[in-house]
């Protein structure tokens, strides 16, 4: 039986693949245009969660890890997978733990993401975190990272210059970038301005 979704319409659906972390989907569909056609659906099985820390020295922390789909390494804000139907702020307090041994006393969402919208129904969610405190990190079999402490500006400039190139980090410095410009720089007070409540 087909299914409408806007002006599209979609005849069948078949599973490709499957693992436990995405499912490949080959649609085939009718167009707005009123033509057949195709479509590739990578559909995921866990929310992307990314996490900026920021110590009461308005420093940040990054990590470095080899990244196997790029074939090189990338820095980014810490990050990893939410299962669905799992708590997200759980999740990002287990990542930023997991990969830079800190805890943080309070949370607060800085935003909603989709990473890749035209092939994927992959969604993402990023926390800022303060009041920290430094443990032990307990990386993953699958994680090598180097964690590195800087300011959050540095870690905003590398983003804005390249250095930094994976989607959630670069949208949520930016976002952190555009925060501070409109309360004259003031990082504390960033945590008060957004509209979802400390957690």
């Not at 990578?42 to 900026?52: P, S, T």
């Not at 590398?158 to 720089?185: C, E, P, Q, W, Y």
Request: aromatic share 8%; glycine share 8%; proline share 5%.
């Amino acid at each position: 039986m087909s299914k409408v979704f806007g002006p599209w319409r979609q005849l069948s659906v078949q599973k490709v693949y499957e693992n436990p972390w995405l499912r490949l989907e080959h649609h085939e569909v009718k167009t707005p245009a009123g033509t057949d056609g195709i479509y590739g659906k990578i559909c995921f099985q866990n929310i992307a969660v990314g996490i900026i820390p920021i110590d009461e020295e308005g420093y940040t922390y990054l990590v470095k890890q080899y990244r196997y789909t790029l074939e090189a390494e990338s820095w980014e804000i810490p990050e990893g997978g939410c299962p669905l139907g799992s708590s997200p702020l759980a999740t990002a307090q287990r990542e930023l733990l997991e990969e830079t041994g800190l805890r943080a006393a309070q949370w607060v969402k800085l935003m909603d993401l989709r990473t890749s919208n035209s092939v994927s129904d992959e969604r993402g969610e990023v926390f800022l975190a303060k009041n920290l405190l430094q443990g032990e990190a307990d990386l993953e079999a699958t994680e090598d990272i180097v964690v590195r402490r800087l300011p959050l500006e540095e870690a905003i400039e590398m983003a804005m210059d390249g250095r930094i190139t994976d989607a959630i980090s670069v949208a949520a410095l930016f976002k952190v970038k555009i925060l501070l410009l409109s309360l004259n720089g003031d990082v504390q007070q960033m945590f008060f301005a957004l509209p979802d409540a400390m957690l």
